[in-house]
């Protein structure tokens, strides 16, 4: 798989993972930029979404994601998660 078809399905099945574990509409999350704001922008990712979140982007896409790796600004916007996940999956 190239780079760019890497990406870009790490892009929808994250897209999937919001749609799914927030209850957001689909075409909510598919008008995310990255500049999307999410903890702290979006009502439905609070504290207590933001673990079942990252378990479901772990089982989705087989990473780990450690505990000290979770922070603010990985979960700032949209682009942020996005990138820290693409560089998760190597």
Not at 4 to 28: E, F, I, N, P
Not at 53 to 80: H, K
Request: without cysteine; proline residues 2%; charged residues 25%.
């Amino acid at each position: 798989m190239s780079s760019h078809a890497a990406a870009s399905d790490t892009d929808s099945v994250l897209r999937g993972v919001l749609q799914d574990v927030l209850g957001l509409a689909a075409d909510r999350v598919a008008a995310f930029t990255p500049e999307t704001g999410l903890f702290g922008h979006l009502p439905e990712l609070d504290s207590m979404a933001v673990a079942g979140l990252l378990t479901e982007v772990e089982d989705r896409l087989g990473i780990v994601i450690e505990d000290d790796e979770v922070d603010g600004e990985m979960l700032e916007t949209y682009g942020a998660l996005l990138t820290f996940v693409q560089a998760k999956r190597g």
